[in-house]
């Protein structure tokens, strides 16, 4: 009997998308930022400033200052006397108020910040665009909306704010990473000091203008930007109440030793090696779509980026088809252009780390496959990449690569892959591709895995709680949740 041909899309013809860029007259960009503290842009005592640049282009955007011990001295001094003196006196829905109008500027500014976080970070438009920046002016309206609600969401356990939040937020998701950590930091009623990553600090910039035109009172939000230093002083400063950090696992451990031993409170999320499951009763088109999206999105600069890949021995032949046929047509290059699938690298640093693994990969014995695609000559450029042949030891197999790099592995029955699955030191996602309800629910529940997700991948919204177990951190952002680590009970 001939052999059942399966539709599939053509995707080796020449033709290619117009280009689409974005425009960039709209935005406002100062050439030098200051530190923002205490209500107002201020001069570094440092005296000392560091370049942003586009890492499409490696142009520079701007000058932005770098925070010394001095200047967050001053930053958590300004939290704290906001603290005493105005923001835990006023009332719940007061708060919820200021927090809405972060929330109404952030919409109302939602392209120019797309665009500013696209041109820092080197990711594409359409994500921060559709995906980045709605995400963060929705955590600001859902913990808007908890602010004067704390008694019902904790009853009976007369929650209170812990005082002045140190904050310290990662490259891949900046304005993102910044509204979970700010907004229900705010309506527990706490005030914080802020540092985002150094390659990616312009929309948290923005946002502390945002906070000046809210009218929020001087102090209450204080953004300190600066190297991995910077953030060591918010950390040691004895004067801060909680740390709440979303970075490496490395800097998670040196933040823990740190603070272990005092009173600070923490939350950390860490890094993931997520496994993504097919299985034989799979839509498998759809499932080919979650790969693509759950390792190929952001460049792979997803902390729950579907990096491993599980295909059931049946369906191997079909899904490499099908996948790599569809990673022929990802567009690789422009992050301004709205057809770009696959943006910049971040830094120059992390294209060297992904460079790395790829060479790792190949030495380690595994098959590498990348399709053929034309990339800028000037930028940071990695092509979306897959490993075959790969062995569960393997490094590639092990550890966070945080780029395009996919790491496939096959299996036969369930217990073989929730073995597989589960064997790396990591536990922030993982996700299930199958037709039975029941599978997914034996698989969710066995999975270590913070998140599951269930014939999709990589979907955020403000009221689920997001974090991991084992090295990928502790403690839950999102949700209720993420609401709990910003106070203190009595009951
Ligand atoms: P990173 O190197 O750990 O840096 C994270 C932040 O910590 C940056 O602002 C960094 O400053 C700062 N920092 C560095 N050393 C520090 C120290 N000793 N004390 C205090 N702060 C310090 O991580 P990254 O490369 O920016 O981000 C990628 C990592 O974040 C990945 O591992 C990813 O999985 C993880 N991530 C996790 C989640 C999650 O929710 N679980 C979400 C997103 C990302 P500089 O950048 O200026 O050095
Ligand atoms: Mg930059």
Redesign the pocket.
């Known amino acids: 009997m001939a052999k059942k041909k399966d539709i599939a899309i053509d995707y080796s013809s020449d033709w290619n998308f117009a280009p689409a860029p974005e425009s960039t007259a709209h935005i406002k960009l100062k050439k030098k930022y200051d530190l923002f503290i205490d209500g107002k842009f201020v001069k570094p005592k440092s005296g000392k400033y560091f370049e942003t640049i586009n890492p499409a282009t490696e142009e520079k955007l701007a000058d932005v200052a770098e925070a010394n011990k001095a200047d967050v001295d001053a930053a958590v001094k300004a939290a704290r006397k906001a603290y005493d003196n105005e923001w835990s006196k006023l009332s719940g829905k007061e708060r919820g108020k200021y927090i809405y109008r972060i929330a109404r500027l952030i919409q109302e500014k939602a392209r120019e910040f797309a665009v500013i976080e696209s041109l820092d970070g080197g990711k594409p438009i359409r994500e921060s665009r559709d995906i980045d920046i709605p995400l963060a002016a929705a955590h600001f309206f859902y913990y808007a909306g908890w602010a004067d609600k704390l008694e019902y969401a904790f009853p009976n356990r007369k929650p209170q704010s812990l005082g002045v939040a140190g904050q ?6 900046p304005m993102l ?1 910044a509204a979970w950590k700010i907004a229900p930091a705010l309506a527990a009623g706490n005030t914080v000091v802020l ?5 990616t600090p312009l929309t948290a910039l923005k946002l502390a203008e945002i906070i000046q035109e809210a009218g929020l009172p001087d102090g209450v939000v204080n953004i300190v930007t ?3 230093e910077t ?2 002083h918010i ?1 040691n400063h004895k004067d801060v109440d909680k740390i709440a950090f ?6 998670g451990k ?2 823990m030793k740190a603070i272990a031993g005092t009173n600070k409170k923490s939350t950390m ?4 090696k997520a496994a993504n499951i097919i299985f034989e009763d799979a839509p498998i088109d759809q499932a080919v779509e979650g790969i693509i999206n759950g390792i190929f999105f952001n460049q792979g600069h997803v ?1 729950c980026a579907g990096s491993r890949l599980y295909i059931q021995e049946s369906v191997y032949d079909i899904v490499m088809r099908k996948l790599k046929d569809r990673m022929q047509a990802l567009v690789v290059g422009d992050p301004m252009d709205k057809n770009t699938d696959i943006g910049a690298i971040n830094s120059k640093k992390q294209l060297k780390v992904i460079e790395d693994y790829i060479k790792i990969g190949k030495k380690e014995g595994a098959t590498v496959y990348q399709p053929k695609c034309a990339m800028p000559k000037k930028g940071y450029w990695v092509p979306p990449t897959l490993f075959t042949d790969v062995a569960q030891s393997n490094r590639i197999s092990q550890e ?1 690569i ?1 780029g395009p790099v996919l790491a496939i592995q096959t299996f036969r029955t369930v217990s073989e892959v929730l073995a597989k699955a589960n064997n790396t030191p990591f536990g ?1 996602s993982a996700g299930v591709w199958t037709d039975k309800g029941s599978k997914i629910f034996n698989m969710t529940t066995k999975l270590n895995a913070g998140i599951v997700w269930a014939n999709t991948f990589n979907k955020f919204d403000p009221a689920s709680p ?1 974090g ?1 177990y084992k090295e ?2 502790h403690g839950r952002e999102g949700g209720l949740h993420g609401l709990e680590p910003y106070l203190k009970f009595d009951a």
């Open positions: 310290i937020t990662p490259w891949n998701f990473m540092k985002p990553a150094e390659t600066g190297y991995g953030g060591s950390v979303t970075g490496s696992t490395g800097v040196i933040i999320e860490l890094g993931g902390c966070e945080f922030l997001f991991g990928s951190g």
